[in-house]
């Protein structure tokens, strides 16, 4: 199983960006899926879940209202509106076989499956 990411790079504040994670090596129908990013010097931490249907999801507080998570049955995706310098990290998808069909993973001890990564640059 392979997670490839993709979507990073340099945008001005207020600007969108739509970050994707592909999926290889199985079908992915029934794995949720995670993005975390990480800050330079500060440890990795949740962004945005989907459940292994696509019918929840769950977002961190800093990014509700600007973030959406979506997904497909190889890829999930992640659109970024009205983006902040704050948002400045390397994006990380993740994935892992659902318990329950409706349920979504916050903790990134939870995902058995990562991306290698993509940078967000936001300028002010």
């Known amino acids: 199983v392979q997670l490839q990411a993709s979507g990073g790079g340099l945008v001005q504040a207020g600007g969108s960006l739509r970050l994707s994670c592909a999926g290889s090596?199985?079908?992915?129908?029934?794995?949720?899926w995670g993005w975390f990013r990480q800050a330079p010097g500060k440890e990795r931490e949740f962004v945005a879940a989907?459940?292994?249907?696509?019918?929840t999801s769950n977002y961190a507080d800093s990014v509700k209202g600007r973030f959406t998570i979506s997904r497909d049955n190889t890829n999930a995706f992640l659109q970024m509106n009205n983006v902040e310098p704050e948002d400045t990290a390397v994006y990380y998808c993740?994935?892992?076989?659902?318990?329950?069909?409706?349920?979504?993973?916050?903790?990134?001890?939870?995902?058995?499956?990562w991306g290698q990564g993509t940078l967000v640059t936001v300028s002010s």
């Open positions: 090596g199985r079908t992915f129908s029934s794995y949720a």
């Open positions: 993740a994935a892992r076989l659902r318990y329950h069909v409706g349920t979504y993973y916050t903790r990134d001890y939870e995902y058995n499956y």
């Open positions: 989907i459940s292994g249907d696509g019918g």
